[in-house]
């Protein structure tokens, strides 16, 4: 952690996000997915509370991260396939029901901006601002993928609100990462939060960040020298032989 950064009484008050707790309609664990991932259960049983400024949740594909993400994002009142809270576009509903078990403690006077950024269905979103009067800032179609999405940090990432992210890191170059590490930062430091899933250890390493390690244990908090994906890349960038060479005979 770093402590030299640390968000002030006044942003701690005003966070967009205090707490996420289940609602009295909520199933019991275990019924069927989504209630059988360990991470979702834990929050349909207790709750989990949110930082100020930025908070990572790290795991493996199917530990439920993005879900829980997802889950947040809607019961804020965010669009599903991504965008802000007036971006109401959908292609086909694939998301899952866990928004609808979901009750938000909000931060008094917090600001209601939001805006859900998911890798996967950003090129819809586009489609959706380009047809809509006033929509597009930026012909975001005819850019990279990469370049698209830091076009987007530029133009909405741009008030203290709620942000969600769903694995960011899958359309940025390493460089890219880095310059998505001084916005997720400067957020914090205006009063915003963020909520990020992400499988990138160079993002994770943000100082100040709160980590979350989700898994079949459930949500844990985690220090980033001890998450699995940060050892798994330092013994791979190491020794990339000793993993290959099991794979490739």
């Known amino acids: 952690m770093d402590a030299f950064w640390e968000p002030s009484s006044r942003r701690r008050r005003q966070q967009p996000v205090v707490a996420v707790r289940p609602n009295d309609d909520a199933p ?11 991470a979702v259960a834990q929050v349909l049983r207790e709750g989990i509370d949110l930082d100020p400024g930025v908070t990572f949740l ?38 899952s029901p866990l928004s609808d078990w979901l009750q938000l403690q909000r931060g008094v006077g917090a600001n209601r901006w939001g805006f859900f950024l998911r890798a996967e269905t950003m ?11 006033g929509g597009a800032d930026a012909a975001f179609h005819e850019m990279s993928h ?8 530029e133009s909405r990432f741009d008030e203290p609100g709620f942000y969600c992210l769903d694995e960011p890191e899958a359309a940025l170059s390493f460089n890219s ?20 899933a992400t499988h990138s250890p160079v993002l994770a390493a943000l100082p100040g960040a709160k980590i979350l390690e989700v898994g079949e244990w459930g ?3 985690a220090e980033w020298n001890d998450l699995e994906i ?15 060479r099991h794979l490739l005979d």
């Open 28 to 38: 019991t664990p275990g019924a069927g997915w989504p209630t059988d991932i360990p």
């Open 58 to 95: 790290v795991g493996e594909n199917g530990s439920g991260k993005s879900t829980l993400v997802e889950g947040i994002a809607i019961a804020y009142g965010l669009s599903p396939e991504g965008g802000s809270r007036q971006a109401m576009h959908t292609t086909r509903a694939t998301e």
């Open 123 to 133: 090129h819809s979103f586009y489609t959706y601002l380009e047809e809509n009067p």
């Open 177 to 196: 990462t880095l310059a998505l590490i001084a916005v997720l930062r400067r957020i914090a430091d205006e009063g915003g939060q963020v909520l990020c």
């Open 219 to 221: 949500v844990r908090p």
């Open 146 to 153: 990469g370049e698209s999405f830091l076009a987007i940090l």
């Open 230 to 244: 940060v050892n798994h890349w330092r013994s791979f960038l190491e020794h990339p032989t000793r993993y290959l």
